[in-house]
């Protein structure tokens, strides 16, 4: 079975300063992780992913993330936080087996304070 | 370019009423197609997915079900509503030959059942 943690219900940083949404996933096999975000009453929508290859990958709206194999983790960055970035926030987890399932953590409210 | 329309947007429900959402997927073929749940605005949870028409599988068993009557159309049904059923409901679509694509998603349905 695969599983998403996503360890904080909810992240506060300052507009400008960096930020970091955590998450862990357990799997089997490779991994292919994705990260979505949520605005009020909307669906998700698509950020960034990971396949293979380079551990840090680029997205939409300067977010990226960082792959670690050996810490089974998958954090959301940004150097410099937007208010406009205030938002639910999902990692989504799915293994190279399981036939285009995805798993979803519960989610990260991000509220950037200007 | 690829589009997915869910309706409607909203919908109030007596207990005990029947249920139908759809959702239509444009500019693409045999995708894998998706019904999901989110309750209280967190977590996602998948109800039904389905790899093509007449072929769904349920995740959760409940009072819901769901058909493919078209490659590019799912319905989610229920023939008597439950108070339990309220939620936020979103259909989603992915390619149906690629494990490691991303989601699509709807702009979801808000149920409340009554």
């Known amino acids: 079975a695969q599983s998403v943690a996503q360890p904080e219900d909810q992240v506060n940083v300052a507009e400008g300063n960096p930020l970091t949404v955590k998450c862990t996933y357990s799997v089997s096999g490779n991994p292919y992780l994705f990260w979505y975000v949520q605005y009020p009453n909307r669906g998700l929508q698509f950020l960034l992913k990971?396949?293979?290859?380079?551990?840090l990958v680029k997205g939409s709206y300067g977010f990226e993330a960082e792959f670690n194999k050996s810490q089974t983790s998958f954090h959301l960055k940004k150097p410099s936080a937007l208010v406009s970035d205030s938002a639910l926030y999902f990692c989504a987890v799915r293994g190279n087996t399981n036939a285009g399932k995805s798993t979803f953590g519960d989610g990260t409210t991000l509220t950037v304070k200007p | 370019s690829q589009t997915i329309h869910q309706w409607p947007a909203t919908l109030v429900q007596p207990v005990g009423s029947p249920l139908s959402l759809e959702c239509t997927v444009e500019g693409t073929s045999n995708p894998n197609l998706y019904w999901y749940r989110q309750a209280a605005g967190r977590g996602l949870q998948l109800l039904f997915y389905?790899?093509?028409?007449?072929?769904i599988s349920s995740e959760v068993p409940q009072n819901l079900s769901a058909s493919r009557p078209q490659d590019r159309q799912f319905i989610l049904s229920s023939k008597k509503l439950l108070l339990s059923d309220s939620g936020f409901y979103l259909c989603?679509?992915?390619?149906?030959?690629?494990?490691?694509?991303?989601?699509?998603f709807g702009q979801g349905t808000r149920l409340t059942v009554v």
């Open positions: 990971y396949i293979t290859g380079d551990n």
């Open positions: 389905s790899v093509g028409i007449g072929q």
């Open positions: 989603a679509w992915s390619l149906w030959d690629r494990t490691n694509t991303e989601a699509f």
